[in-house]
C-alpha cells in the first residue's frame, strides 16, 4: 500500500517563501507522476505541478516562474519550492501520485495548509 506524506505548509506573510515535501512510501511503479495540487475554499482543486519519473516538469500559468517542483528519488521524496508567495496562493496543498506504465494507480496525501498574508 502506498502512502504520501506532505510536511512544510505553514503561515507564511506575502512575499515569503515555503518548502512543501511529500514522502512516499510502499511499492510504486518506474513509471509515475506526482504532482501538487490545491484546493482553496469553495475552489475546486486545481493542479499546480507535477513531475515525472524522467524529471520533466509541467506548472500552471499562475505559479510558473514562482513555483519550482523536484524529486529525489532515492529519498523518494518530492519538493515544492514556493516563492514570491501571494495570499491567493492560500489553499490546502496536496500530494498526488500516479503509478503504472499500463494500468495506473492513484494515490492522495492528507494535504497541508499553506496560508499567506497579506
Known amino acids: 500500500q502506498v502512502q504520501l506524506v506532505e510536511s512544510g505548509g505553514g503561515l507564511v506573510q506575502g512575499g515569503g517563501s515555503l518548502r512543501l515535501s511529500c514522502a512516499a512510501s510502499?511499492?510504486?511503479?518506474?513509471?509515475?507522476?506526482i504532482g501538487w495540487y490545491r484546493q482553496a475554499p469553495g475552489k475546486q482543486r486545481e493542479l499546480v505541478a507535477s513531475i515525472g519519473n524522467r524529471g520533466n516538469t509541467n506548472y500552471a500559468d499562475p505559479v510558473k516562474g514562482r513555483f519550482t517542483i523536484s524529486r529525489d528519488n532515492a529519498k523518494n521524496t518530492v519538493y515544492l519550492q514556493m516563492n514570491s508567495l501571494k495570499p491567493e496562493d492560500t489553499a490546502v496543498y496536496y500530494c498526488n501520485l500516479r503509478s503504472g506504465c499500463i494500468y495506473v494507480s492513484e494515490y492522495w496525501g492528507q494535504g497541508t495548509q499553506v496560508t499567506v498574508s497579506s
Open positions: 510502499g511499492s510504486t511503479s518506474s513509471c509515475n507522476v
